[in-house]
């Protein structure tokens, strides 16, 4: 026991038994429906991270980096954005709160004042409804588009990517999660 907090990450994450909605897709069967459902938990894990704590969330829990949930749900909404409405979508889709002047603006600008946490998840949310649209109605995972960065794409290596990504910034998220108010689990 360390600062009054088991030092175990074994428990769940300020889930209570039987409510965690995630990781309940399939293991078995198509390759579509695997990844969308990593994807899908994924996203709930992000979600679940930021449960509870609106308040909070633009807290920068880790100086001198600029790292907040907040900022990582903005920034994810912008890579959801960015994939499948302008990647392969083919729309003229700029980031929400990122730009070429301003990159890191997802975790540097308008993280505070009234309105912040409900925009932030409003627009994850709708990127996320539009991905899940986009994934349901391609006709296969083969439905490429042109991106600056990686050249030409598929969706099925979006779906992959998606999965690494919010893998990565969840890992950030429990670090920062615990430094706020002392939460873990996975």
């Known amino acids: 026991m ?7 990450r074994a428990g769940v994450f300020a ?23 990593f ?7 992000l979600e679940l991270k930021c449960a509870g704590i609106e308040a909070q969330l633009s807290r920068q829990a880790v100086k001198p980096s600029t790292l907040s949930l907040l900022g990582l749900v903005r920034h994810l909404a912008d890579v959801e954005r960015r994939w499948f409405r ?9 980031p929400r709160f990122s730009s070429a002047v301003d990159p890191d ?7 505070s004042g009234p309105g912040a946490v409900e925009e932030a998840w409003a627009a994850w949310r709708a990127e996320v409804a539009f991905a899940e649209g986009f994934v ?7 439905v490429e588009g042109d991106d600056a960065w990686r050249g030409r794409v598929s969706l099925r290596w979006v779906l992959v990517h998606m999965v690494e990504e919010y893998a990565r910034h969840n890992g950030h998220a429990d670090l920062l999660r615990e430094r706020i108010d002392g939460a873990v689990g996975i």
């Open 15 to 37: 889930v209570a038994a039987g409510t965690d909605r995630r990781f309940t897709g399939p293991a078995t069967g198509g390759e579509r429906p695997l990844l969308a459902a």
């Open 105 to 111: 603006g997802a975790f540097d600008t308008g993280l």
């Open 86 to 94: 302008k990647v392969l979508a083919g729309q003229d889709a700029e």
């Open 2 to 8: 360390t600062n009054g907090r088991s030092s175990s």
């Open 39 to 45: 994807l899908a938990d994924q996203r709930a894990t």
């Open 136 to 142: 349901d109605a391609a006709p296969d995972l083969d």
